[in-house]
């Protein structure tokens, strides 16, 4: 049971005003306009034992939830890992903001998910003006029809996102909301000149401003960013093969991983994921790290490492750590640079410390 609309349509106006209250955006009327609820017709909720459940248009808090910051995950595979979500409007302002768009400005998106940004894209620069695609078809599917139930009509599709649509280049706008490991190069060769990209690279928000043939630069944004990375095949982690190793002796406590260098590893090990174990007080006891490509490390808290497979793990962490010795180094401290040869992250200034992003 859809709930009273004028309750919906109050809860919206509040969320907007409350948005209007932090910033002036060009993006509110849209978000005034646009109901999440048709993007996001039920979603699923972790309780405190990791059990997920559905909740309903109709279910108690329902229409809290979906006009609140929250991001609300949308799918989940047959592991329960979420797989599709709607990410928490205020971080969509910020992105959509970032880009400094125009209504005739032409915009791609990367992750179509719900529809909901696209229906905010829609609502501000024109249907005619977005394509959207998403690699999973049912969501494609589904997010085509809520779309039309708004009268907005953007260019939607499924498949690899990172390869773009050519036939509605050059874009002036490129915005993604699954998390990658670069900018995909296909995209850049589908923008005009001047164009702006706004896109998660690691664990942050790149801003790049296109200056020529495959030519970027620019910096991450201040906000932190987990979006459901792009969907690739993966290997699981080898830790297995870890246990006949006694481990070496570190300096750099296994819950750096977890704090304050999570984001320069992000972009110094791209595509990473990590593990905790804990005791039963719920204090960190060890930390896992593995990449795709099978490479793997433990740290117990006590301080020793394994690590096992084609990259050493640690060994990245504990580079790090001589780079970033001691807080947390700003996000917004680190940039982006494109050049036809390949892209590399930076902290501070193109000549500083610096981290190769894998294009293939
Ligand atoms: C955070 S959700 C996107 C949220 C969406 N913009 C919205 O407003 O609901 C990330 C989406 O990226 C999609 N995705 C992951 N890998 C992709 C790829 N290679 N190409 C296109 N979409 C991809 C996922 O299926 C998921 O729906």
Known sequence: MIEPNGTSAVLRAEFATKLGQERRSEWLAAFAEVPREHYVPNFFQQDG??????????DPGYLKAVYSDAALTTQLDAHGIPTSSSSEPRLMLT???????????????LGLGTGYNAALASSRLGSDNVVSVDCDPDLVHLAQRRLARGKYHPLVFAGDGAQGCPERAPYDRIIATAGLRCIPPPLLRQVREG??????????????VVSGHEQATGRFLSVPAFFMP???PTKGPDFAGLECLNGEATEVPATDVLDRLKFPLSLALPGYRSCTWRDEAGEVTGVGLWTEDGSTATVHVSGRARQTGPKRLWD?????ASVFPAGTPLREDFGLTVVPEGQRAWYREPGGPSWP????
């Open 49 to 58: 034992r990791g059990k997920w459940h559905e909740v309903s248009a109709g």
């Open 95 to 109: 992105m959509l903001d970032a880009l400094g768009a125009e209504p005739s400005h032409r915009l791609y998106e």
């Open 195 to 208: 164009a702006v990209v706004v896109a998660p690279v690691g664990f942050g928000v790149a801003r790049v």
């Open 230 to 232: 792009r969907r690739t």
């Open 316 to 320: 990245t962490v504990e580079e790090l």
């Open 357 to 360: 992003l894998p294009t293939a």
